[in-house]
């Protein structure tokens, strides 16, 4: 097996509490970025069609033509729906560019196919949102790695607000 | 004289007239992302009109609302993004996207990179507030996320992506302090925009840097030649830069543009709240202006404006206000003493080209 984000950085933002590890027969939802292909031509077309003194200037993609032009190959396709059907995934949906799959998986499937993930559920942020994660790196098996770039779920959190509502600024002379 | 940032305070201040709104006859669009498990009220927009909406016409409602709403609280970024995309991008239709309702186990930011790979029919303009640490982010999401925006641009989907509230930031690698940059704002192929304040708080004055304004250079994606003639402008005319070894020269630079991100009033949960700061608020202001051109553009028979930093480098930053005064914040250390880079002539790493000057940016996106 190979660890496919082995630089993602696990820490519990601040303000977030475990609740502790998730029953092994809940159901989780996660989401594959399967490999996509001809990225070269990707970022040529995004300069012809974004360049004022391109004569193709403007003429955008639809996103037909992006996703044939992106989508995994048959063999990534066959190879990570094979695994994923094997683990008991069900009701995969995929997206129009196919670049995406998300599956629906009982936890003790879900640790079983990612070797190392340990679910557990989290609460914090304004808003007191539930998620689940693993604190722990999960690894893939090596044969996946020319087929997926990584699995959505596991390490990052939601973000929070930035904004911020300020002191009122001191008026510049009095203001009446 | 006000008190704080208002619709009408924007308008005048960036030369948008009662005129300068939505047609209502294209198929022009517009939307707003936010991945805080906010809810947004369509009761707080209706009030946020009544109160601030008078002098220009407005769409009353949102067109269509992605992601569940429930009855819960109203956020004040959910708000905040709505009520000042629909004040800029005036009688525009307008999409809100938030994620509520979600399955635990999901990535907000991911689901909406999924809708956009998944409807072929988006609004033109997004706005988005959301970033993350660089260095937080495995490189692998990184690279994956930014390919995302590729395929985005591609089919003319102009992406403007807050630059973030914490200026250069700051972090310590190995014990020594270096600025922190964050993404998807370093991403190229985005448009990040920074914040800026008035000089005076209670006059519509001229713009100087808001010390939040987060900007600085990429650690992950290197400078895109579209922009490497303005970076060493900079680099070589900047009388304050910091210690070269705060920040990786080579990397892509942003913001791009900025907008005022200061003191701005929003109706929340039927409440008006003053003195509301942070860049999630110049982002939808300057993503409306770009949708009133889009307007334009398209009554005049042109595709909407796409992904914009290559056509706006080359522009040289035409049509914006440049801002030159202030620097943004930093690490708070003997070296640097909170000060990360400062605003100058032309393109900077705190407010990029400047902030719009609707008529003259029109000008000069209205042709090809």
Redesign the interface.
């Known amino acids: 097996t190979y660890s496919?984000?082995?630089?993602?950085?696990w820490?519990l933002p601040p303000g977030w509490v475990s609740l502790g590890r998730v029953d092994s027969e809940e159901e989780?939802?996660?989401?594959f970025?399967l490999k996509?292909q001809n990225?070269e031509r990707?970022?040529e077309?995004?300069?012809v069609?974004?360049?004022?003194?391109s004569p193709q200037?403007?003429?955008?993609?639809?996103?037909?033509?992006?996703a044939e032009l992106?989508q995994p190959s048959p063999l990534t396709l066959r190879t990570v729906r094979k695994w994923l059907l094997a683990a008991g995934a069900r009701n995969c949906h995929s997206?129009?560019?196919q670049?995406?799959l998300?599956c629906w998986l009982s936890v003790w499937q879900a640790e079983l196919l990612l070797p190392g993930a340990e679910?557990h559920?989290y609460v914090g942020?304004?808003?007191e949102?539930?998620?689940?994660?693993s604190p722990h790196p999960y690894q893939l098996p090596q044969a996946l790695a020319p087929h997926v770039?990584?699995v959505?779920?596991?390490h990052?959190f939601?973000?929070?607000?930035?904004?911020?509502?300020?002191?009122?600024?001191q008026?510049?002379g009095t203001?009446g | 004289l006000h008190l704080g940032v208002t619709p009408s305070v924007l308008r005048q201040r960036y030369n948008l007239t009662a005129q300068d709104v939505g047609s209502g006859t294209t198929n022009n669009s517009q939307a707003c992302a936010q991945f805080l498990e906010q809810y947004f009220h369509d009761s707080d927009l209706t009030e946020f009109m009544r109160l601030f909406g008078s002098d220009f016409a407005h769409q009353a409602s949102v067109a269509k609302v992605v992601g569940k709403q429930g009855r819960g609280r109203a956020g004040i970024e959910a708000s905040l993004d709505v009520e000042y995309l629909m004040s800029a991008g005036a009688n525009i239709s307008t999409w809100v996207y938030s994620s509520p309702g979600r399955h635990e186990a999901q990535e907000p930011f991911l689901q909406w990179l999924l809708l956009l790979s998944n409807q072929s029919t988006l609004p033109h303009v997004h706005t988005v507030s959301y970033g993350d640490d660089e260095d937080s982010l495995s490189s692998v999401y990184i690279q994956r996320v930014n390919t995302e925006f590729m395929k985005a641009a591609a089919r003319g989907l102009t992406l403007l992506f807050a630059s973030g509230d914490t200026g250069a930031g700051c972090w310590s690698v190995s014990g020594k302090h270096k600025f922190r940059p964050s993404f998807p704002a370093s991403s190229p192929y985005v448009t990040t925009v920074g914040g800026t304040s008035f000089r005076n708080p209670f006059l519509i004055t001229n713009e100087v840097v808001d010390y939040i304004s987060g900007g600085g250079f990429s650690n992950v994606f290197p400078q895109p030649s579209y922009q490497e003639e303005a970076v060493a402008q900079f680099l070589k005319s900047s009388s304050h830069l910091p210690p070269s070894s705060y920040f990786n020269a080579s990397g892509r630079a942003y913001p791009d543009v900025a907008a005022l991100s200061d003191g701005y009033w929003v109706v929340s949960n039927k409440v008006p709240i003053p003195w509301v700061s942070g860049t999630s608020a110049s982002t939808p202001v300057f993503g409306g202006i770009l949708s009133l051109i889009n307007e334009h553009r398209i009554l005049n028979g042109r595709p909407p404006l796409g992904f914009l930093n290559p056509r706006l480098y080359q522009q040289h930053g035409a049509g914006l206000f440049d801002v030159t005064h202030g620097c943004h914040e930093s690490c708070l250390n003997e070296e640097v003493e909170g000060q990360g880079f400062c605003s100058g002539p032309g393109w900077d790493p705190v407010t990029g080209w400047g902030t719009p000057n609707f008529p003259a940016l029109l000008k000069t996106l209205l042709n090809p």
């Open positions: 496919p984000e082995p630089d993602q950085r820490m989780l939802s996660l989401t970025a996509q990225l990707l970022s077309l995004v300069q069609v974004s360049d004022p003194n200037y403007g003429k955008y993609l639809t996103l037909e033509d992006v992106v997206v129009t560019t670049d995406f998300t679910f559920r942020g304004p808003a949102t539930h998620v689940v994660r770039d990584f959505g779920g596991l990052r939601p973000p929070t607000s930035s904004l911020r509502q300020r002191p009122k600024p008026g510049v203001v």
